[in-house]
């Protein structure tokens, strides 16, 4: 019996499911329209292929995602499309399609972040020779080409200069000051601007419609907001965000997500620290710690807060970008009403230098409890000018907060690089902050022998410093002293004027280094002697060791600019004591 030979059994075909494309893929801008926050780069690249005066070599630069790439790409159809030259691409034609799909033989998409050695280059120029096989023109567009080595960037430098007339080059770049000037050169420069949150969210807005989803109008302002000015950013953070809800999109979800503290809780822990409750305010921020919140979230959240308070008491009514959703700007603006502007200055120094000792710490919750406990005290901080009173008049006590109205810290002015307080006198700035009482004249003159010949002279020209707060400076140089400035605002000068500081006081200090315009340049200002050294002095003149030994007199009381040793002496008033009283 012969054997049957089966068939082969079928199998069953299954259909792979489609591939799912990311938000930012499916909507990136695909003409010139499209490109949100650019209108001026829109609109300079419309003319000129309207004009006909399309360049050879563009260079796009800006921070991420805000639609470098997407522009080169619509720059690319742009010159290619079958329709073209044109400021409107069809994005029908197998050109425009390809273009679309990042396929295109004609368009050559480069990494310099991959492609930084000379051979790469040398590559492309050999293929810069061949004419386009289907297309107008053969563009490449080099992604982040601040990559390249030195040596590539001058293998380019000829043929970016004089390219064939068939190719054009378009890079793009997020470090612009990285790229040799001699690049620059030879390429028409754009700078991308950061979007604006109200257009972020118009788009999320948008997109949340377009897909048929839902999302609440204040979940989709702190994605906005979030982004940082970054179209990208915004829609990988939304298209996270309704993949990981399961309804319509909330704040809670927002906040579950990004590990950030909601408005009411925000707004409370401000309520607290402006009641100047440092016990309320430390327990919210260890209740915030133990819901796995991230303190570093929540500081910055502190710091918007704060800039909105200063926006509100700057500008009133007519106050704009002020952070957190529109529930959150009603806490502000409440909170504003019992504070001054003075306070939440103060407040945003130790606040953003918390930031900066927070970076690599491992006690982040120490660092922001004692931020939180220094802003409930601000009000309990003397003036300068009250200060400096204290000082001249020889009390060594400081007033109770209880007893007499609180001082809020001020910045005193700037005239010949001396302090001038509000009446027009000289007065002298004192260490503040945990009872310190040593005048800081003598500190800042051990500061300036501590630092360095060369360095201490260019801070003698800028004189004393103004206090701005605890334990923050402000060293303010004329416009005459521009090399001075220069090395002192440097990243390193401010590190060892901060670290001599630490040393001679034992305190972490905020310093900041300005070039006031106008300022007539002189040395370093000496703070008059105290009239108790004054007279001290006078004393010691051979006339009026000679009046008290003979005569026994005293010396009752010493006039302003009153001087012996000139010939300019004051004039005696009706009340004042004549010379023989002396």
Not at 2 to 12: G, L, N, S, V, W
Request: hydrophobic share 40%.
């Amino acid at each position: 019996m012969a054997k049957t030979k089966t068939a082969p059994r079928a199998e069953k075909a299954e259909s792979a499911a489609p591939a799912y494309t990311v938000v930012a893929r499916r909507y990136r801008p695909q003409q010139f329209a499209d490109l949100i926050g650019q209108e001026h780069v829109a609109q300079a690249l419309t003319n000129a292929l309207s004009s006909g005066r399309v360049a050879h070599g563009y260079l796009f630069t800006g921070a991420r995602g805000v639609g470098k790439t997407s522009c080169a790409r619509i720059l690319a159809k742009a010159i290619n499309c079958v329709k073209g030259p044109t400021p409107t691409p069809c994005d029908a034609c197998d050109i425009c399609l390809s273009i679309i799909a990042g396929d295109d033989v004609d368009v050559v998409e480069i990494d310099a972040a991959s492609n930084t050695g000379v051979d790469n280059i040398r590559e492309l120029r050999q293929n810069v020779g061949f004419r386009p096989q289907r297309a107008r023109n053969k563009v490449y567009i080099v992604d982040e080409v601040h990559m390249l080595s030195k040596g590539a960037f001058n293998a380019l430098l000829k043929t970016l200069e004089e390219p064939p007339p068939h190719v054009k080059f378009i890079f793009a770049t997020t470090e612009v000051q990285k790229i040799p000037v001699t690049i620059l050169s030879r390429c028409q420069r754009f700078d991308f601007a950061s979007i604006g949150a109200a257009k972020v969210f118009a788009t999320l807005k948008h997109i949340v419609v377009r897909e048929g989803l839902k999302a609440d109008d204040d979940a989709l302002h702190i994605i906005a907001r979030r982004a940082g000015g970054s179209m990208r950013d915004a829609q990988t953070l939304l298209d996270q965000l309704l993949g990981f809800s399961d309804g319509p999109l909330a704040v809670e979800t927002v906040h579950a997500l990004l590990g950030t503290a909601g408005d009411d809780r925000v707004a409370e822990l401000a309520a607290a620290i402006l009641a100047q409750d440092a016990k309320a305010a430390v327990e919210q921020t260890a209740a915030a710690a133990d819901r796995g919140l991230q303190l570093s979230e929540l500081l910055d959240q502190l710091i918007d807060y704060w800039r909105g308070l200063m926006l509100v008491l700057v500008a009133g009514d007519a106050a704009r970008d002020l952070p957190g959703t529109p529930a959150l700007h009603e806490a502000i603006r409440r909170h504003a009403a019992g504070t001054t502007l003075d306070t939440i200055l103060a407040g945003l120094d130790v606040l953003t230098a918390t930031k900066a000792k927070l970076r690599g710490s491992p006690h982040a919750q120490v660092l922001l409890e004692v931020a939180v406990v220094r802003l409930t005290r601000m009000d309990e901080l003397l003036s300068v000018s009250s200060l400096a009173q204290m000082i001249a008049n020889g009390s060594a006590a400081l007033p109770s907060s209880t007893t007499s109205p609180p001082h809020y810290p001020t910045t005193p002015s700037v005239k010949k690089n001396g302090l001038i307080g509000s009446n027009g006198t000289y007065q002298t700035p004192s260490i503040t902050g945990d009872g310190a009482t040593d005048e800081f004249p003598a500190v800042w003159e051990k500061v300036l022998q501590d630092v360095g010949p060369m360095r201490g002279t260019h801070l003698r020209s800028a004189g004393l410093p103004a206090i701005l707060g605890p334990n923050s400076l402000a060293i303010r140089f004329p416009t005459g002293y521009s090399s001075a400035y220069e090395s002192c605002a440097s990243e390193s000068g401010i590190e060892v004027i901060r670290q001599v500081l630490k040393r001679t006081t034992g305190k972490e200090w905020s310093v900041r280094v300005e070039q006031v315009a106008g300022a007539v340049p002189s040395p370093a200002v000496t703070p008059p002697p105290r009239p108790e050294q004054r007279a001290k002095d006078l004393l010691q003149l051979p006339l009026f060791r000679k009046a008290a030994d003979v005569l026994g007199a005293q010396l009752v009381r010493v006039d302003d600019g009153f001087d012996p040793r000139t010939d300019r002496q004051p004039q005696w008033s009706a009340d004042a004591p004549g010379p023989d009283e002396v």
